[in-house]
């Protein structure tokens, strides 16, 4: 008979030997596939010394650790699991199918100590010492082999002196133009007296000046036109000289004025550039062919450059990015030409050539409509682009929308609810700002816009209510970078209307007067501001931030001339109107912020924190439905169902309607609040590369009333940590660059409406909630 193993019975010392054994058997494993006369290469060590007390010899040594080769194989806790892998699925011998497939994919070979290359290494490491100052140091390594274990290690030793100091910097002192100019950015130079000699300040010097002489009219300018000649004689001192090369050619060391600029809107590229075709003269630019399918002056409100400016980098990529950002041309170029074969009079004509994109198009596309509510399913959206509607490059977007939509969560009193949708939506997006005031934003690469949208919805929620909404927006959004952008809509109109309510939801209505007067205050007149911060947009950064603060605010306007003509404030129960329609009085303020840690280019520790308040006032006791918070789904708390949790430690299931029976069939529209606050972690790692991938997360968060009414515990109160709903699990994700279908499967740890916060027993799968969506949750 085979008995248990009695793990309660273990102590300490038994299980420091398991853990012995187990680390043994992986150090044996690691070098099954050493050939025999050759080491298992763990690594390598360097320690830095000097006899000068005031060297610090930590950043050298991280410094030079990074030039030490070959990487050893990857290992945790002393275990190398690639390593045992590739052993375990047959090491050196040849292998084939799975077991192939594995060991070469998810396994590694042995990485050898014959690999590396001490010699090479110190020479890399004497190298990086030189470009930090430290002149004539001395290397050494040493081996350090255990031959029992068949593994090896490589030791170095520098010993360095005193760090060099730059004493004095000298420019160019020639008289010629390009010499004037570099002496004139002497203030602003890296290279600072007093300060350690650094290889790379010099490499950012030399990238500083070009990028000056580009903006001072320098087009044939180049970097690799200068040179800096270091006197190292004086003791522990360099003094550093700013040359221009000898063999830089004349035209690079004088500067460029626009002679002539010239706009073809109709290039191709097997056109030729002529003067066969009569152009249209607006504000000295030759314009070519004519402004039937253009408006010059539109065209021009991008192009940064003029006839007799001087050549400026930033303004020539600057009219390049401008006029691609338009959105209505495949290609743009600036072709600039000196006037004459010699290039030595300064003069520059510049050829803006456009290739236009497709004008016009239709596309009907199937997707999978996924909402913050827990709706989901199939949707059809058909939609017109003219990216050149008004002649002035304005786009002009025209949708038509219909969705089939039924929701998806582990909760089956609401699963199955089903709703269909039907709308239409027209913007236009103008290339330039429309406002009472001339604003120009001149510096930013990027085009701003003025937005005017349109738009219907008809929603019909099957045996509880239709409703009709139409809106308008007209707004701003502009980029002063890449990383930046600002999104203002001075004007945000939205009136909804409650149609046809069953007799059962108007019961529930009736029951429930938060729910009523959220639902009736549908006529919504004000602004909103959104300002995106995305460091996302930066590749290659270790740390990458996301942070978007926005505030939506209605009525606030309005309420102010009521109280002006009435010699009264507004009150909900005798509010002001517009068209016989109580507005809606209310301050939104929501902050989302992400942090992005990318542990390598495969692993990513990713982070959000979601912040709401808001606040209605005058006419209104509750915030507009449709501008409530809720929390829950595949993109919030993914262990609860849309609109499961909350507000506070409400319990819709406790509430009964007016027959006395219980309304948790109406629990989705009680669980809305004025306050919301989520945080969700979430590791992601590769699976199988490129397309598959894992990630485990936890997920925090809730939402609570600003005045509690008939929702008993839902008020925000100074207990709100522990009314925090928690749920933790794990997910699968089909990554396909242009497409991810992800699949979450999350467990509720805490839920604030059990008892001392226990943990639920229902959901989909036993105490799970398993989510199907599409993109990524954040």
Request: glycine content about 8%.
């Amino acid at each position: 008979m085979i008995s248990a193993l009695n793990l309660s019975s273990f102590t300490r010392s038994h299980w420091l030997g398991l853990l012995l054994v187990l680390f043994t058997a992986a150090g044996c494993s690691s070098t099954k596939s050493v050939p025999a006369g050759d080491y298992l290469y763990i690594g390598g060590n360097i320690k830095v010394n000097s006899p000068n007390p005031e060297t610090d010899t930590k950043p050298l040594e991280s410094e030079l650790a990074a030039a030490i080769r070959p990487q050893p194989n990857t290992s945790f806790l002393g275990i190398r699991p690639k390593l045992w892998l590739y052993n375990a699925m047959g090491g050196n011998k040849e292998t084939k199918g799975i077991k192939n497939w594995i060991k070469t994919r998810l396994g590694e070979p042995p990485v050898l100590l014959s690999e590396a290359d001490p010699r090479r290494v110190r020479g890399q490491m004497t190298n990086r010492l030189y470009n930090n100052g430290y002149f004539s140091p001395t290397l050494e390594h040493q081996l350090d082999t255990t031959s029992k274990r068949k593994m090896a290690m490589v030791n170095y030793t520098a010993t360095v002196g005193k760090q060099y100091i730059i004493e004095n910097v000298q420019f160019p002192q020639g008289q010629d133009s390009a010499s004037q100019r570099i002496r004139e950015t002497a203030p602003l130079s890296l290279l600072k007296p007093g300060e350690p000699y650094n290889l790379q300040n010099m490499i950012n010097e030399r990238l500083r000046i070009d990028e000056f002489m580009k903006e001072q009219g320098f087009f044939f300018f180049d970097e690799d036109y200068l040179v800096f000649h270091v006197d190292s004689s004086r003791n522990n001192k360099v003094n550093v000289f700013v040359r221009l090369k000898d063999n830089a050619p004349s035209k690079a060391l004088i500067p460029y004025r626009y002679k002539q600029v010239s706009i073809y809107t109709d290039y191709s590229l097997t056109d030729s550039i002529g003067d066969s075709e009569a152009p249209v003269v607006y504000q000295d630019y030759k314009y070519y062919p004519d402004e039937e399918t253009f408006k010059a002056k539109t065209i021009l409100n991008a192009v940064f450059i003029e006839n007799n400016d001087l050549y400026s980098r930033k303004r020539h990529l600057q009219t390049i990015n401008r006029l691609m950002d338009l959105g209505t041309f495949k290609f743009a170029e600036v072709r600039l030409t000196p006037q004459d074969s010699a290039g030595l009079d300064g003069r520059l004509n510049a050829a803006i050539l456009l290739t236009q994109s497709k004008k016009k198009s239709l596309r009907a596309e199937v997707q999978t409509v996924q909402k913050s509510n827990g709706y989901a399913g199939p949707g059809l959206t058909v939609s017109f682009r003219n990216r050149n509607a008004l002649r002035g490059a304005e786009l002009l977007l025209i949708n038509l929308v219909g969705s089939f939509e039924s929701q998806l969560s582990g909760d089956t009193t609401t699963s199955g609810l089903t709703s269909i949708e039907m709308g239409a939506d027209a913007e236009l997006h103008v290339p330039r700002i429309i406002s009472p005031f001339d604003i120009r934003i001149s510096n930013s690469m990027y085009q701003p816009r003025t937005r005017f949208k349109v738009g219907f919805r008809f929603i019909d929620r099957r045996e509880y209510f239709q409703q009709n909404s139409v809106n308008f927006e007209y707004g701003y959004s502009w980029k002063q970078r890449a990383t930046t952008e600002i999104i203002l809509n001075p004007v945000a109109v939205q009136y909804s209307r409650l149609l046809n309510p069953t007799p059962a939801f108007q019961k529930i209505l009736d029951q429930r007067p938060f729910l009523e007067r959220a639902f009736e205050q549908q006529l919504i007149i004000g602004g909103n501001y959104r300002m995106v911060y995305n460091a996302q947009a930066i590749p290659g950064k270790k740390h990458q931030l996301y942070v978007s603060p926005g505030i939506d605010a209605a009525g606030g306007l309005w309420g102010l001339f009521y109280r002006a003509k009435n010699k009264r404030p507004a009150d909900p129960k005798d509010p002001n109107t517009l068209g016989g329609q109580a507005l809606a009085q209310y301050v939104k303020l929501d902050l989302e912020t992400r942090y992005y840690f990318n542990i390598t280019d495969k692993l990513v520790l990713a982070t959000r924190l979601l912040g709401g308040y808001g606040l209605p006032y005058g006419n209104s006791e509750v915030l507009p439905y449709i501008k409530q918070y809720g929390i829950g789904g595949p993109n919030s708390i993914r262990a609860f169902a849309p609109r499961s949790i909350g507000p506070g430690v409400y319990n819709p299931n406790s509430q009964t309607t007016v027959d006395g029976s219980v309304a948790n069939s109406f629990a989705f529209f009680d669980q809305t609040g004025d306050i919301r606050l989520e945080g969700n972690a979430e590791f992601r790692f590769p699976l199988m590369d490129p397309y598959l991938k894992g990630a485990v997360f936890v997920d925090a968060g809730n939402i609570w009333l600003v005045n509690e009414g008939d929702r008993k515990g839902g008020k925000f109160s100074g207990n709100f940590m522990s009314e925090l709903a928690i749920g933790a699990g794990a997910g699968v994700r089909v990554d396909v660059q242009f497409f991810v279908i992800r699949f979450d499967l999350a467990y509720p740890l805490r839920d604030p409406t059990f008892p001392n916060g226990d943990r639920p027993t229902t959901g989909l799968f036993g105490k799970g909630v398993l989510n199907l969506a599409i993109g990524y949750p954040f």
